[in-house]
């Protein structure tokens, strides 16, 4: 697979197949472009599909970086615009999705749809957490979150697993070997300390806040939000039906039941939903006279 150098570092990425408008699969944490792997054939087989692994993660370099959200912004945008992307549909999960919305926001006449799954369509509440991972990220975001994450790994060996409804034993394998250092994992602890909660921290809530307003007012953009089953935090009830309401030309696909790691347990199920709605809006087709 590919590495194209961006800034002071390289990305590597995942390309197949074939079409005029590409589709760019976004991760998350603790993720990389490998959680895409039997979604993509969905799309692969009409169009372009194109999956990076975020600076730091997966294969991609890993260059003295802050890993903030405005830093996995900056590389990405170099990504998009050192393959010269345009027409892009844009696929996310997690913080892939927040920041596919955030690249569309800043690059509206380049993206012409966004499917999203379990992802940041808000700022949150820490009140919205469940208990437990409340606890857990609290803990994440204090001095012991160094310990968790740095020593522990505990994003690969516990919330990886934990995230999903029963994660292939050889697949985990393939997320551990992406971080086998405490160095390597420093892109995974900065992201936990990144989320939207009660207004802090102040500059990625406002990002949030900017996008959201731009997937509000851009009617000429299909937007997909794949909800999951019994849905909470990112995936609830709750934000689906805010972000159905709220943003325009947007529809809600069910993927049935899954963890918030959902294209690990419904990989099928998202593949196709986002199949279907690249057909129904005929997002895959140029008009030569457009």
């Known amino acids: 697979m590919p590495t194209i150098d961006v800034i002071d570092s390289f990305i590597h990425y995942r390309d197949t ?26 799309v692969s087989d009409r169009t372009r599909a194109l999956a990076p692994d ?18 996995h912004a900056r590389y990405l945008d170099a990504w998009f615009d ?31 749809g966004i499917a999203v799954v379990e992802t940041f369509l808000r700022p949150m509440r820490w009140a919205e957490m469940p208990p437990l991972g409340a606890d857990l ?25 934990h995230s999903t409804r029963n994660l292939d ?33 102040a500059d990625v809530v406002a990002i949030i806040e900017n996008y959201g307003r731009w997937m509000a007012d851009s009617p000429g953009i299909p ?26 030309s947007a529809e809600v696909a069910a993927i049935g039941q899954a963890g918030h790691h959902a294209p690990e347990d419904q990989p099928h199920a998202i593949g196709s939903a986002v199949a279907h709605w690249l057909d129904k809006h005929a997002l895959l087709h140029i008009d030569p006279a457009g």
């Open 137 to 161: 990220f609290r803990r994440f975001r204090s001095p012991e979150g160094e310990r968790m994450v740095l020593q522990d790994n505990m994003f690969i060996e516990f919330n990886l697993p």
């Open 17 to 42: 197949g074939d079409g005029a408008v590409p589709v760019v699969f976004l991760h998350g944490n603790p993720t990389s472009s490998y959680l895409w792997r039997s979604v993509i054939p969905h």
């Open 223 to 248: 937007k997909l939000l794949m909800a999951v089953d019994n849905g909470v935090g990112l995936g609830s009830g709750e934000a689906i039906d805010w972000a159905a309401a709220t943003f325009a």
């Open 169 to 201: 034993p050889a697949a985990h394998d393939v997320y551990r070997g992406y971080y086998p250092t405490p160095r390597s994992r420093l892109a995974m602890l900065v992201w936990p300390r990144e989320l939207p909660l009660d207004g802090e921290p």
């Open 82 to 112: 050192a393959l010269d992307l345009d027409r892009v549909v844009i696929v996310g999960h997690d913080w892939g999705g927040a920041l596919g919305m955030h690249w569309a926001a800043r690059h509206p006449d380049r993206v012409r």
């Open 54 to 71: 975020l600076i730091g993660m997966g294969d991609s370099g890993k260059p003295d970086s802050g890993y903030r959200f405005v830093d």
